[in-house]
């Protein structure tokens, strides 16, 4: 059957005549008879989008593959540099009636300069193309499509250059209205730039409430494409692009895959069980056209940051029942379709479930993570903790950063009490960032005790927006730093020359006399800004020295419970000469021990001195004083009320003691029904009481409702529901109906407010049912516990509107005099101001070395004696002797002592450095910071020689 973009259905026997009188044409291949760009030049990085009227053969316009009836288009674009990407064309709903009319194929681009391309179609009788056409890229100022870096691969750039650090939430399943709450453009003025939300509300399958949210393949769905839901995502991707705002589009969701939840919202029920989605070879072809599709409509956006694969693939029937291996090579095949698919390129996620309270629960999956390229975790180990929280969302933060060099961050967090907030965002966003997250972790939204975003909380994203405005990611974060503070909690990422460090008192406020120690610096001159992340101010600015890789500086006082600083390099390295001391011992071995002991001690001294002096161009004045006294006669009148209302004149008003037909209905964890009689719970005296017991503890959904049969509703329906004061679960209310037909209607959930009664009003002029209705109710539901009571009233179907009421108001005036005394102090005087600052600090260091040495001492004894004796002796007989003696002995003593010991010593030091800062007051200042070191080197040698030889000549004289 032929066909054109133009007309999808044919008249039959218009077809008939055709085959007939033109057989020929069956068999001939494609033709694009045109083509139209919506712009030429197109700026960078912006959609160049081509319309095509086409004539060719097919039954299924949203199936890519010909032997099944389908149409692949695709075009080929050709660079000014020669590179070449495949672009596949879609077919879509241009008209916004829902039903597809158009062929497109979307393309956007970095490279300026004269681009071509060339349009293919092919059906089951063949492949045509199209004539060669061409068009310009111009350059813009928008930022181009977002990767990981190849410098540093654990954080993302912009393609055409620039760090990018996401900041957002996490709207998740959220129907049409608040997926975008707040919108875009306050995301924006508050600093975010990211927004995560699901393709589709897995359970929403009702055209006539939220057509958008609708699954693309919901169940009825057949072979098409359900166009709202397209239509839905191309504008939210035109709202970001014009706000800045990027989205992490989440495709599959846990919600979809699972019997118990809302697998039956899904065509692929009629192909396979939950269980076998993601290894049936049906559900998987057809899984790959919807990716096919995904791809060619949306990829082209600069505003789509990440495709998240899977949502918590650990809760789908196929992890489940089946096991991890089946999911993860889905998910290793799905990955390469994207990377082989896409030719923008964007970054690929997926996730396990988070724990829940308890240390350490948050699943972790490297395996998946090695697939993907971008590691994620969900983190709810310790989601009401305040303090154990950002604990967690740091150790999951940390644990990714060292498994795998790659970018990673926590894709959901969040607290179930709303009263958490602004704490739980706060800490949580602070903990990601100081521990080593690419992104900001997302914080969950999704209405109720998980709150949306209120104006503190963005206020907190919007100062941490501040705090990494002038960060470079790719260049300066590349380590983990160790960071002590005692009895705080802190973590600190950075380089050898530069950090980022936040930290928590659990107990308190930031106090005094806290020192913060930080390691792995390179040794020099460091500035410490130091932050208030609560008002986005900086609060001082110090400077220290790093010595030994080790840095220590002294924590501000403020009175909050956390502060961040960064810290970066300041003037040159500096030098030092140490003082040195010498001991010399000696052992009886002859090993000499050198002992010194060095010290080196640095002051640095900053002093600035602001003087302002305030004169006044006259005399000084005397202070002059005046007191006038007011008499002011106010006539207040005291308004008594004697109004009497109206009685409830609704169709049910339970006003007759009883319940009007209305009977307990679906429902979980009631606990009955009845009349309460009471003018505090009613419009009138009387009003339908509901008992409840919900046990949902967060999770679970408990409802009750009363209902009547047999109604005939038109106009609109109201009903007025009380929740007493002091009742601080979570409590929501619809309308709703089931028609002649069985077929389920019901309004949009509304919240309820505790102490007052909120009005439910649902207009049944858009609603499409059959009267009568089989019922119709009114339903209190909630994920919180609580047990008590929930009052109903004034149900009614209104074709006119509200009737109206009238008060009686009696005034009654009273006279009150007031008395009003006020002084007036005029003073003029002589202003003198001066503001002296110095700041000084001392570093001492001090090591010691041992040296040895030995000591030769040589001794060599050389002694000479000489000694004459003449002695005469004339005895009676005369005798005569002559004796001479000579003794000779030398002593040479050497002494050779040999003491070794290189001490190069620094020359002294001194270091300027000079920096003026203008601000408010004082205008400015100039500080000059001095480091000198004076080194003295003293060395004492002493060695005493005594000779180890003593010498004795003597001599005996001979006689004869």
């Known amino acids: 059957m032929k066909k054109t973009c133009e007309k999808k259905v044919k008249n039959f026997l218009y077809i008939f005549v055709l085959i007939i009188t033109f057989p020929a044409l069956i068999f001939s291949i494609p033709t694009i008879n045109s083509v139209i760009e919506n712009s030429d030049p197109v700026g960078q990085y912006n959609k160049f989008e081509l319309t095509i009227n086409l ?44 039903n597809g009319d158009s062929w497109k194929i979307r393309f956007a681009t970095g490279e300026t300069g004269n681009w071509t391309y060339t349009i293919y179609a092919r059906d089951n009788t063949g492949q045509g193309s199209s004539s060669q056409y061409s068009f310009s890229v111009t350059q813009s100022t928008n930022k181009g499509f977002i990767r990981p870096s190849t410098i540093n691969p654990r954080f993302f750039v912009y393609e055409n250059g620039g760090n990018f650090w996401g900041i957002g939430h996490n709207n998740g399943w959220q129907n049409w209205q608040n997926v975008e709450n707040p919108n875009m453009a306050t995301m924006a003025s508050y600093g975010e730039n990211v927004l995560v939300f699901w393709s589709n509300t897995p359970w929403q399958n009702n055209p006539s409430q939220d057509r958008e949210r609708m699954p693309m393949e919901y169940a009825g769905s057949g072979t098409d494409y359900w166009q709202w839901n397209g239509y839905f995502i191309d504008k939210r991707l035109e709202n970001a692009e014009a706000n800045g705002i ?189 521990s080593g997250a690419a992104c900001s972790p997302m914080l969950w939204c999704d209405g109720g005790s998980w709150k949306f975003m209120d104006t503190n909380m963005l206020n907190s994203q919007k100062y941490v927006a501040q705090f990494v405005s002038d960060i470079d990611f790719e260049n300066m974060i590349t380590e983990q730093k160790s960071v002590t503070v005692n009895g705080y909690y802190a973590w600190g990422v950075g380089s050898p020359e530069y950090a980022i460090v936040w930290m928590f008192n659990p107990s308190g406020n930031i106090g005094t006399g806290k020192t913060m120690i930080i390691s792995s ?45 960064k810290i970066s390099k300041s003037g040159p390295t500096p030098t030092f000469t140490p003082t040195f001391t010498f001991t010399i011992t000696k052992t009886s071995t002859q090993t000499y021990t050198l002992t010194y002991t060095a010290t080196n001690t640095r002051t640095f001294t900053s002093t600035y001195t602001n003087t302002i002096t ?119 209310a619809k309308i709703y109906l089931q028609d002649s037909s069985w077929q389920w209607r019901e309004n949009t959930i509304v919240d309820l407010t505790t102490g007052s009664w909120t009005e439910i009003l649902w207009d049944l002029s858009s609603v499409t049912y059959g009267n009568p209705v089989n019922k119709i109710g009114v339903l209190i539901g909630s994920y919180d516990n609580y047990n008590g009571y929930i009052y109903i009233d004034s149900i009614d179907y209104l074709e006119q509107g509200e009737p109206t009421r009238t008060f009686t108001n009696t005034p009654v005036n009273t006279a009150t005099f007031t008395n009003t005394q006020t002084w007036t102090l005029t ?134």
């Open 521 to 565: 610096f390179n040794d020099g001159n460091y500035k410490i800004t130091w932050y208030n992340t609560w008002t986005g101010e900086n609060v001082s600015t110090v400077f220290v020295v790093a010595y030994s890789g080790i840095m220590s500086a002294s924590v501000p006082q403020i009175n909050y419970p956390d502060i961040a600083c």
């Open 55 to 98: 004539t060719a053969n097919y039954s299924n316009p949203y199936d890519p593959e010909p032997s099944s009836g389908g149409l692949d288009l695709w075009a080929i674009f050709t660079s000014p540099s020669g590179v070449t990407k495949r672009v596949n064309g879609f077919y879509m709903d241009t008209n916004n009636d829902g």
């Open 246 to 434: 990027k989205i992490i589009l989440c495709l599959w969701i846990h919600d979809n895959l699972k019997n118990s939840s809302s697998w039956w919202n899904l065509e692929y029920k009629n192909i396979c069980s939950s269980s076998d989605f993601f290894d049936n070879a049906s559900s998987l072809a057809r899984q790959q056209k919807y990716h096919r599709y995904a791809i060619a409509r949306w990829g082209y956006s600069r505003a789509l940051f990440m495709w998240d694969l899977l949502v918590e693939a650990s809760l789908t029937d196929g992890w489940v029942n089946k096991g991890p291996g089946v999911v993860e090579t889905w998910l290793q095949n799905t990955v390469n379709y994207f990377k082989q698919n896409d030719p923008f390129g964007h970054p690929v996620t997926a996730s396990l479930n988070g724990g829940w309270d308890s240390d350490n629960s948050d699943l972790k999956w490297p395996n998946g993570w090695t697939k993907t390229g971008v590691s994620q975790i969900h983190s709810y180990a310790w989601k009401d903790d305040m303090t154990k929280s950002p604990i967690e969302i740091a150790h999951d933060t940390k644990y990714m950063w060292q498994i795998l060099n790659q970018p990673n961050f926590i894709g959901e967090f969040g607290t179930s009490n709303s009263s958490n907030q602004p704490t739980s965002i706060h800490r949580g966003v602070w903990a990601g960032l100081a």
């Open 614 to 732: 305030n004169t006044p161009g006259g005399p000084t004045e005397t202070p002059t004083y005046t007191n006038t006294i007011t008499n002011t006669r106010t006539n207040t009148p005291t308004v008594t009320n004697t109004s009497t209302p109206l009685p409830d004149i609704a169709k049910y008003n339970f006003e007759d003691g009883t319940m009007q037909g209305f009977f307990l209905d679906t429902s979980n964890a009631p606990q009955g029904v009845s009349v309460a009689n009471s003018t505090d719970y009613a419009i009138g005296i009387r009003s339908a009481k509901l008992q409840v017991n919900f046990t949902g503890n967060g999770t679970i959904w408990n409802q009750g409702a009363i209902a009547h049969n047999n109604q005939s509703p038109v106009g609109i329906v109201k009903a007025k529901v009380y929740v007493p004061s002091g009742v601080t679960a979570s409590l929501k």
């Open 827 to 960: 003073n003029t005087p002589t202003n003198t101001a001066t503001y002296t600052n110095t700041s000084s600090f001392t570093v001492t260091s001090s090591f010691t070395n041992t040296f040895t040495f030995t000591r030769t001492n040589t001794v060599t004894p050389t002694d000479t004696n000489t000694a004459a004796n003449t002695s005469t002796n004339t005895p009676t007989p005369t005798n005569t002797a002559t004796n001479t003696a000579t003794s000779t002995k030398t002593n040479t003593i050497t002494n050779t002592a040999t003491n070794t010991n290189t001490n190069t010593p620094m020359s002294t030091n001194t270091a300027t450095s000079t920096e003026t800062v203008t601000g408010t007051q004082p205008p400015t200042w100039t500080y000059t910071n001095t480091a000198t070191q004076t080194n003295t080197f003293t060395y004492t040698n002493t060695a005493t020689n005594t000779p180890v030889q003593t010498n004795t000549s003597s001599h005996t004289p001979s006689f004869s």
